[in-house]
């Protein structure tokens, strides 16, 4: 086959290829030829503002129904390629397109793809198509009987053609079987392996690369296809690659607020518990105070009833006063324990002391109402055998009776004995009365 044919056939299928792909993006449909589906200049704009990513500036008729609209259209695309691309085109007009001239249009396409697809081309300190030969030697590295020093001859063998299809995935075969292939068999495997896993299309025949009837500028442009395949899979495992870290940062997000709402709930929970138990404290608080407030309403009761005799009066205010002072003693101790409940909202740990602090109380009203008993006792005997001195009567000892009872039960004990204690008291000055009164008489 002549080789300009050779090169127009591998040109028409490699931009018809390329075209599709970059208006299969825009969401426009595909042509079929492009000596013909591009002559009325709308898909050719199109495509110029895919592969460039400019506007075009212009407005442009998207259905040119005679030769003269489809010519401004095209005039159009070519001014926007010369001033806004900056690319020069020689020898192509608008007419061109109109006239389906194929050996113009695809030089015109050949001088786009050079621009968007060679010349972008870079490896190393070289770029175009001698960074692309860079690349081509580069990937290859490694690879047995692959010594890829120029387009023209570095090809026909089909070892690096092979190596590239094989470094592109070697999981879909394994290179080392076909070292004793036969150049043509070696290329057109090298060619269906391309075709299937990277997507590029068969551009050159096996039988007339072998024998060097290949056009250098199709051997390049069919390997730029390689080049371009490589980075299209790069940039797709890189996206990949992102994708997997934001997903791997949302799930570890998503984790953290699980964990944070966990924490949430759980703090709530021991919010409450604390509140239950401060409610709790406060309500025996409370009982306390009732109690307290009742024990010290008996003890006024029974004080004033000592009014007829002025010396028991006395004594007994000042036994008042002391029990006052006990009161203050134990308020001072039911403050220090109001402070301990504020400290078991962090830590409830009170009960012991609760316990500790109850007793200890206790252990004071016993004794100081022992003292009061034992008090009254020796001024009941002075009163009634004044020749006694010293007063020898056992002291009052509540505490070997009420220590081993529960607060309940020892508030009660010591509210009764203190009763008893009163009557005794009362029948004893009414009895006081009565020898009076009948004195005088």
């Known amino acids: 086959m002549d080789l300009n044919k050779e090169w127009e056939k591998v040109q028409e299928m490699a931009f018809t290829s390329w075209v599709n792909s970059v208006l299969e993006k825009r969401g426009c449909d595909k042509i079929t030829d492009v000596s013909t589906d591009l002559s009325d200049g709308v898909k050719l704009i199109y495509f110029l503002e895919s592969v460039s990513g400019k506007k075009f500036p212009k407005k442009f008729d998207l259905e040119p129904k005679t030769r003269i609209m489809r010519v401004q259209n095209l005039h159009l695309a070519m001014l926007f390629i010369d001033e806004d691309l900056k690319i020069k085109v020689q020898g192509v007009a608008a007419e061109e397109f109109v006239d389906n001239n194929k ?62 299809a094989h470094k592109y995935d070697p999981s879909v075969f394994k290179y080392d079987e076909y070292e004793g292939h036969d150049n043509i068999a070696r290329l057109n495997a090298a060619f269906d392996f391309a075709e299937k896993g990277l997507g590029i299309p068969k551009l050159l025949e096996a039988e007339s690369l072998s024998k060097g009837n290949v056009d250098e500028r199709s051997i390049v442009l069919y390997t730029s296809l390689f080049f371009h395949a490589f980075r299209a899979k790069e940039e797709r495992e890189a996206l990949e690659a992102s994708q997997n870290s934001l997903n791997n940062k949302l799930a570890s997000l998503e984790q953290s607020l699980e964990g944070e709402k966990h924490s949430q709930e759980e703090l709530l929970k021991q919010k409450k518990d604390l509140e239950d138990a401060l409610n709790k404290i406060r309500e025996q608080n409370e009982n306390r105070n009732t109690r307290i407030t009742d024990l010290q309403s008996k003890i006024d009761d029974a004080l004033r009833g000592l009014d007829d005799e002025k010396l028991a009066k006395l004594d007994l205010e000042s036994r008042l006063a002391k029990c006052e002072k006990d009161k203050a003693i134990l308020e001072l101790k039911l403050a220090e324990i109001l402070d301990e409940k504020d400290r078991l909202e962090k830590k409830i740990d009170e009960d012991k002391k609760r316990a500790e602090a109850e007793r200890l109380g206790l252990g004071l009203i016993r004794q100081h109402l022992a003292a009061q008993f034992s008090d009254i006792h020796k001024w009941q005997s002075f009163l009634e055998h004044p020749e006694t001195v010293p007063y020898t009567g056992t002291p009052v000892d509540l505490d070997s009776e009420l220590s081993s009872l529960s607060f309940e039960e020892q508030a009660k004990k010591l509210a009764s004995k203190l009763e008893s204690e009163n009557t005794l008291i009362e029948k004893y000055l009414a009895g006081k009365e009565e020898a009076k009164a009948a004195a005088k008489k």
């Open 103 to 164: 050996k113009m249009i695809l030089g015109f396409l050949w001088t786009l793809y050079r621009k968007y697809r060679i010349s972008v081309i870079n490896e190393g300190d070289k770029s175009s198509e001698e960074g692309l030969l860079a690349w081509c030697k580069k990937t290859t590295e490694g690879y047995n009987n692959v010594n890829i020093t120029n387009f023209k001859t570095s090809f026909r063998d089909g070892h690096g053609f092979l190596a590239l």
